[in-house]
């Protein structure tokens, strides 16, 4: 399969076999995304969303790397679990943009490592009730430049972060 550069929406995804090239554009899933192995997901320089909204995830990236990925949740109380490692080459984000009440969570099933060779961001527009991570949830800040921003004043950062890229971090 081939994405092209347009925009792409998915209520789930499972690659099991053969290669899927997103696109260059943005590729949103709103389910469930489950890839059986690695290499099986080329990222083409585009936008992966995850876009929690109601139900609770399993992420299962099986060591795939991503360009930029955004974890979202605009909707209800639900968790987005970390299923195995993965590599984002661009950003990684995660936010809870306008809600208030319920909870949204991201959390790993065991100890799991999201290496990040760009950057990793927690926008302002995060809301109380959203936590990113636990002990067991480590991210690499790997990039030569990689840097870090937490501005989402009611949002928690819970996991630790390794800085080990060779540049000025």
């Known amino acids: 399969f081939n994405g092209g550069t347009g925009s792409l929406a998915f209520v789930a995804m499972s690659l099991n076999a053969g290669t ?3 696109t260059s554009g943005t590729l949103t899933v709103t389910g469930t995304p489950t890839f059986a192995a690695s290499d099986l997901f080329i990222h083409n320089n585009g936008t ?23 974890f979202i949740n605009q909707n209800s109380q639900t968790t987005t679990t970390i ?27 065991g ?9 990793f961001s927690i926008p302002s527009s995060s809301t109380n009730g ?20 937490l501005a989402g004043a009611g949002a928690t950062l819970s996991s630790p972060i390794r800085f080990s890229g060779s540049g000025a971090q």
Do not use: E, K, Q
């Not at 100890?111 to 950057?119: D, F, M, S, Y």
């Not at 636990?134 to 990039?143: E, F, K, R, V, W």
């Open 111 to 119: 100890a799991r490592t999201i290496t990040v060779l760009g950057n």
């Open 20 to 22: 899927f090239t997103s």
């Open 130 to 149: 959203f936590t990113f991570g636990n002990a067991n949830l480590t991210i690499d800040l790997a990039g030569a430049t990689s840097s870090m921003s």
């Open 48 to 70: 992966f969303v995850l876009h929690d909204n109601s139900v609770n995830i399993t992420f299962s990236p099986a060591g795939n790397t991503f360009y930029n990925i955004t």
């Open 83 to 109: 299923a195995s490692d993965f590599t984002v080459a661009g950003t990684l984000a995660a936010s809870r943009p306008g809600v208030v009440g319920n909870s949204y969570s991201i959390l790993p099933s």
